[in-house]
């Protein structure tokens, strides 16, 4: 069943302007200058995906033994995700690891745990045993983008590393594996980044709901973020909750848009093109690992407006974010809200 995107071009070229005084001048001024226009965008927009009844959450295409020709000419290249079924069944990975295997090998790892779902940007330290002791005895820890790699290149051998880089694009500036370890029910909300990404659910199961990134005026997203954008609170009830949704209020417009569905089980590899928007909820305890890669010029054909900011109007700069990408993700979260600072000079 093929997703319909409910979003016109030159629609997209309106709310691009709002993004972009989002960006510079923050919401609230840029709210304050455009408020009658984004009523009237939003009223218009309403009226036309009524008109284009209510969306359907789709299930991803499942395939077994997708050849490489096939992933990049059906998928690739159309961007469009796909679970590729059991591909990564013979890793070491899905032979070895557990919470256990984490805790024996690497439990004394000084992790940092950057709240990027808050606006403050809370952070903790802890070890990765303190961690997985907090998660089978079920605080509701998520850490997400383990920088595992940078931390033990070893682990390299646990993937099959030539098959990975088959499927990259050309023309690549950066990779990045990072592990993300849940309790079940742990739950991500709305987001999107800029990178293409191999995700492998290595233990435990994993359920996705993603949509395409022309319905971003759905979303609405935060501005000024670099390399990963979230959706705004926009209730007393948090963030929009695909895996739980009430269609009233801000959040009425998702009541018109196809979604696609995804539920990993250990061995599947999801490809997930750049900018989609996803959320992620965990069910039972979870391992999964992000393989990801930045292919300009192919983000750019996804989505020209985030492909610009990020290049050349991000916060922080791109050549700091992915400086701090390299050791982890979180840093710049901790960066992006004044707290990075602080946290160096503590360590």
Known sequence: MKMDIKISNSQLRKYAKFQILDHFLGREKAYNLTLNSRRKFYTNLENSLKEKGEGRLIPVERRKNLSLKDFKSEYVDKMIPVILEGAANEWNCLKEWSFDYFKDLHGEDKIVMADQLKMENQYETMTLAELI??????????????????????????????????????????EAFQVFMGGDNTITPIHNANQCNLFTQVYGEKKWVLYHPKHTPIVDPNPVRNVYRDGPIKSEEGQFDPFNPDFSGPYKLYKYIDGLTVHLKPGDVLWN??????????????IGVGYRWLPPLYCFKNSPLYSFLDTFASNPPIWKSYKL?????NLIHMAEHGQLKDYMSSK
């Open 325 to 329: 990408y390299k050791q982890d993700i």
């Open 133 to 174: 002791d907090g998660i089978s005895k079920g605080t509701g820890k998520y850490y997400r983008f383990y920088p595992l790699l940078d931390k033990h290149p070893e682990h390299i051998l646990d993937f099959d590393y030539k098959w990975l880089r088959e499927r990259r694009n050309p023309l690549t500036a950066f």
């Open 273 to 286: 093109p750049p900018f989609y928007w996803h959320s992620v909820k965990n069910v039972g305890n979870s």
